[in-house]
């Protein structure tokens, strides 16, 4: 029986491959031909370990700022599918998606696809029915052989080059480096907003003739008090504000969005007002995301090093008071824990760590051991799950208190959906 709704489209796409992930392009490529997608409008594509989301956030809002109609694929979701294709800034229906959907499944025929691959044709799929102007495709994985991979970027971002993934992208800088790179073009726009780049990501540019622009080479910023320069091998700005996305990476992360917008101008007029004004308005779920009252909480997404040394950076600069800060902790047993809990060890006061659901969650007790083995000191107590880790942080909190979740998509996913609750109570 076909599937009625987005729901159980999900669930049959899930069951669809036999692997979760499953690199490579041949089969969406073949798909793509059969539905006959050729996308006449500009495309930036955005990858890297980490800082992919906050990109794709800060371009949609300064587009969005200029008028246009922007298309914007992201992944992976918090609490609805839904988040993943947004049409001019709003997350689009479940209709859709399951029009979308039907479409990908008749022209596929014997073609095995997997749940990411079907959702980013289905992503392009809509953007071609919807009049944009522009559209924005973040890296699922990698890059060279991620299914967004199919679609040649007008301009393309890689904003930072480190260790995830390594099973699927090699255990160096230098192996992952050259899977980033290959969402290069050659003779187009490639920009990298990584102070280190990896020799392979250069080599690569290099080899395929990309128009290589490097923060501090070619682009960069110079920080003021409560403002910023930009400069870049097209245009300065001046004056500009801080982005309202938390954290000093994401300076250089603003840089590369203007560098990728400016390398588009005769398409893609914008002015002045309109970077400022998306660097003002771009908001993204789950990124060191301050929530309102007190005591101060944040969720962060962060389940890598390197992430997590960003994380650490960034509560270093929130304001000092005396109260405790508190993290609540669940991730996946595939990625580094060590090193995330060396990153983030002198980060805290006490750990609440939680069992993660799914057969890759870790658990809480593994969690606990990777803190001991980190040379952590201070209490971490163990919980059935995230959701009870948070509500005992919340209980026993106090107004100068701080409460931190991070770890994975699933686990700021756990406490927005308690958040939810208390909010409809």
């Not at 299914?147 to 080059?161: K, L, M």
């Not at 789950?286 to 960034?314: E, I, K, M, T």
């Not at 803190?371 to 201070?378: P, Y």
Request: with cysteine.
């Amino acid at each position: 029986m076909k599937p009625a709704t987005l729901e159980q489209w999900l669930v049959y796409l899930e069951q669809l491959h036999p692997q979760a992930i499953a690199l490579g392009l041949d089969r969406v490529e073949q798909v793509r031909g059969a539905l006959g997608i050729d996308p006449a409008f500009p495309l930036i594509t955005v990858g890297g370990t980490n800082g992919k989301g906050s990109c794709c956030a800060m371009l949609e809002a300064m587009l969005a700022h200029a008028g246009y109609r922007v298309g914007c694929y992201t992944s992976p979701h918090l609490l609805r599918y839904n988040e993943r294709v947004r049409v001019g800034g709003h997350a689009v229906d479940d209709a859709a998606l399951c029009a979308a959907f039907e479409k990908i499944e008749i022209a596929r025929g014997r073609v095995s696809l997997t749940y990411f691959e079907f959702g980013t044709l289905a992503a392009m799929l809509i953007f071609a029915d919807s009049g944009i102007d522009a559209a924005i495709l973040e890296v699922g994985l990698g890059g060279r052989l991620d299914a967004v991979n199919i679609f040649d970027a007008d301009s393309a971002i890689v904003a930072s080059v480190d260790l995830d993934h390594q099973s699927y992208l090699g255990d160096t800088r230098e192996a992952i480096g050259f899977e980033k790179a290959g969402i290069y073009r050659g003779g187009r726009p490639a920009i990298c907003a990584d102070a280190d780049p990896p020799q392979s990501l250069l080599a690569h540019a290099k080899t395929i003739d990309a128009d290589l622009m490097l923060i501090d080479r070619d682009f960069g910023l110079v920080a003021e008090r409560g403002q910023w320069r930009y400069w870049g091998p097209r245009n300065k700005r001046n004056g500009l504000p801080w982005p309202a996305l938390r954290g000093a990476c994401q300076l250089a992360n603003a840089a590369a969005c203007i560098t990728a917008l400016d390398t588009l101008r005769d398409r893609l007029p914008l002015t002045a007002a309109d970077l400022r004004g998306g660097l003002l308005t771009a908001e993204i779920a789950g990124r060191f995301q301050v929530l309102p009252g007190r005591p101060l909480q944040v969720l962060d997404v962060a389940h890598n090093p390197h992430a997590a040394r960003v994380l650490a950076a960034n509560l270093a600069e929130l304001p000092k008071t005396a109260g405790e800060i508190i993290a609540v902790c669940g991730m996946l047993k595939d990625k580094d824990i060590a090193g995330v809990m060396a990153a983030l060890k002198n980060s805290f006061t006490r750990w609440h760590v939680a069992n993660s659901e799914g057969p890759r969650g870790a658990t809480a007790n593994e969690l606990a051991a990777a803190l001991a083995q980190a040379g952590v000191a201070v209490p971490a107590v163990q919980f059935t799950d995230v959701a009870e880790a948070w509500r005992e942080a919340c209980k026993n909190a106090q107004d100068d208190d701080k409460i931190i979740v991070f770890g994975s998509f699933l686990t700021v996913a756990a406490v927005m959906r308690e958040i939810n609750v208390r909010g409809r109570t």
